[in-house]
């Protein structure tokens, strides 16, 4: 039986007065939890005459363009007692209304949302979850003045509540009703979480923090999860404030359980966060599933974002254009100094020790040593690009770009270690200068706001007391090998050379779900020789005979049904023959294999050099 569709907003009556005398004011409700719909009302107390909205095409975080006006649908225009205003679009996210100026003009339209993830929109008959960005229009002459949010709860769903971080101004015990902001940037930078999901509340160096979960399945330990993320807050303000407060009076966790998926999106005093269910930690399990470690390294890389990003931010970044990209070539500093923290501070908050410290760093060195881009891109240019190139990665992305997360995270160690190596060799006090240092002077110097690369390097030369231009020329701005091993030795860490893993030997990344499929070739590497490509299906293999046998010997085929089967098969071969499918035609070939290759291992050497550098420094 057909569902009954939404009914189109009745002309003949004019929506409900808004709850708000803010200048702005957006009216969010669940209008159809079926065919995930939103309706938005949006009031505007005293538009000009030819008045200007625009939904923004990206949301600051995620550095995309993701051109949110496609799920915006019957917008229509109303002021006074006049039923209909015509809407004029001026482009694919920006329209235009003919009003009387000073008059209440009132716009409403509908949001399709279904997107599951951290940067958009969702609405089913278990959850909503949106983000400013996605929602609600920016009223042009206006994004500085008051804004309010006006959240209805479905009727269908009386159990529902609701959170955000936005300044509550009239709401009920589940959390609807009327929420202010300072203006459309704090508006939006506050994401909405609906539904019947868990709740929790700790103190942080004073200040109330919240953490809702929806999707948490029954076995969930919540104590844990709230115990060991008052650990990383405290840990985190300590870090920038010492015994200060921090800049925020209260701070909000959004965490969506589901089967599949990982990631979450910075906010000034919220996050919104997506994680496994399976690496949830449970009630009774003293080891907590391994997942867990991951989940906890993001909710420490998100709350460090709250200073890191969220504040102290590229120069690029005072004012947000929502309208286009916004460039700067400042994120290895950003993600990568963050993505080297958020592990750090799990050590100093007792979250890890030591060994599970060096397995988080030997994961993330050896991530970006199979990554032939290292050697194409600079971090600076990958930040750059991240557009075009990180947001929209393809078979050809590891030999095209290199992660600003992954080696911005090496980079910012590489200058920590240096520092404290070289104030030790100074004997400048027992703990010496360090990259804390210099990011505490950093956000003195820059008074919580926008940074160049100069303060960077301001600061660097202040603390380590020299010049680190060929640093960052190397370092930032080149694309060769970090001085890693050696800076590793001298702070108690050994490293040792593994035999790598096949594929790496080969130079390819597969997945093994039905046969082998080919799904990246990597730069320099012994399939790339022998002509493999993206998308083939590798369906077996003939070992090539040698010598004597080479003239005895009629060719053999082994089918494949995992890439490990090409050791079994091939045995002592030096040369195989593989059988490849590409867009149903059969291939031969030639592949050498490959010589041996080493990943690398740290272990701990020296537990007491370990541990200065990972203790806090004062």
Request: charged share 20%.
């Amino acid at each position: 039986m057909p569902r009954t569709p939404l009914p189109k907003a009745s002309t003949a009556s004019a929506p409900p007065a808004p709850a708000s005398t803010a200048p702005v004011h957006h009216r969010v409700e669940p209008a159809d939890l079926h065919a995930h719909l939103f309706r938005v009302t949006l009031t505007i107390r005293e538009p000009a005459a030819s008045q200007r909205v625009a939904l923004p095409v990206w949301i600051p975080g995620s550095y995309l363009v993701r051109e949110f006006s496609r799920h915006l649908q019957h917008l229509e225009a109303r002021q006074g007692t006049r039923t209909s205003l015509a809407v004029n679009q001026l482009d694919k996210c920006s329209w235009q209304v003919e009003c009387t100026p000073g008059k209440p003009l009132v716009l409403r339209y509908e949001v399709y949302a279904n997107d599951n993830s951290v940067r958009a929109a969702w609405l089913d008959a278990q959850r909503g979850f949106f983000n400013g960005t996605s929602l609600c229009l920016k009223v042009e002459g206006q994004l500085d003045v008051a804004h309010s949010l006006e959240l209805v709860a479905p009727k269908v769903t009386p159990a529902w509540s609701a959170a955000t971080a936005l300044t509550p101004a009239r709401v009920d015990r589940q959390g609807f009703g009327l929420y202010t902001a300072a203006n459309y940037t704090e508006l939006v930078d506050c994401p909405v979480e609906m539904g019947t999901f868990w709740s929790g509340t700790f103190t942080a160096r004073g200040v109330p923090h919240r953490f809702v979960v929806a999707g948490a399945p029954p076995s969930m330990d919540g104590a844990r999860l709230l115990a060991d993320t008052q650990k990383i807050c405290e840990t985190e303000i300590r870090f920038w404030h010492g015994n200060r407060k921090p800049p925020f009076g209260r701070y909000l966790f959004m965490l969506n359980a589901v089967d599949d998926g990982y990631g979450g999106l910075e906010h000034s005093n919220s996050t919104a966060l997506i994680c496994n269910r399976k690496d949830l930690p449970r009630v009774g399990e003293a080891r907590p599933p391994e997942g867990y470690t991951t989940l906890r390294g993001l909710i420490s890389h998100e709350y460090f974002h709250t200073w890191n990003v969220k504040r102290l931010r590229p120069a690029e970044f005072a004012q947000y254009q929502y309208d286009c990209e916004n460039y700067t070539r400042l994120l290895w500093f950003f993600e990568g100094f963050t993505s080297y923290y958020d592990d750090l501070l799990l050590r100093r908050a007792g979250l890890i020790d030591n060994a599970g410290y060096l397995k988080l760093i030997n994961k993330t060195i050896n991530q970006v040593m199979q990554t032939p881009g290292r050697l194409v891109q600079s971090v600076a240019e990958a930040s750059f690009d991240a557009w075009v190139k990180y947001y929209r990665q393809d078979e050809n992305t590891p030999n095209a770009t290199v992660s600003y997360y992954t080696k911005g995270a090496l980079i910012a160690m590489c200058f920590d270690l240096t520092l404290r190596a070289e104030a030790t060799q100074r004997k400048d006090s027992p703990t010496g200068a360090t990259l804390d240092d210099v990011m505490r002077a950093l956000w003195q110097r820059c008074k919580a706001g926008p940074m160049h690369e100069s303060d960077f390097a301001a600061a660097l030369e202040d603390a380590g007391g020299r010049p680190f231009s060929n640093e960052l020329a190397q370092w930032v701005h080149g694309r060769g090998e970090l001085p890693l091993q050696g800076l590793l030795e001298q702070h108690g860490v050994a490293v040792h050379q593994d035999p790598a893993q096949l594929a790496h030997r080969l130079g390819v990344r597969v997945s093994e779900a039905q046969g082998v499929h080919i799904k990246q070739v990597l730069r320099g590497g012994a399939a790339e020789a022998a002509g493999f490509a993206p998308g083939d299906e590798w369906l077996g293999v003939e070992p090539v005979p040698q010598g004597a046998a080479k003239r005895t010997a009629p060719l053999s085929g082994w089918r494949m049904s995992r890439l490990d089967d090409l050791t079994l098969y091939a045995g002592s071969a030096r040369k195989v023959v593989a059988l490849v499918s590409r867009d149903k035609r059969l291939l031969r070939l030639e592949l050498a294999m490959p010589p041996a290759l080493t990943t690398w291992r740290l272990a701990v050497k020296d537990a007491t050099l370990m541990d200065r550098w990972l203790a806090p420094t004062p």
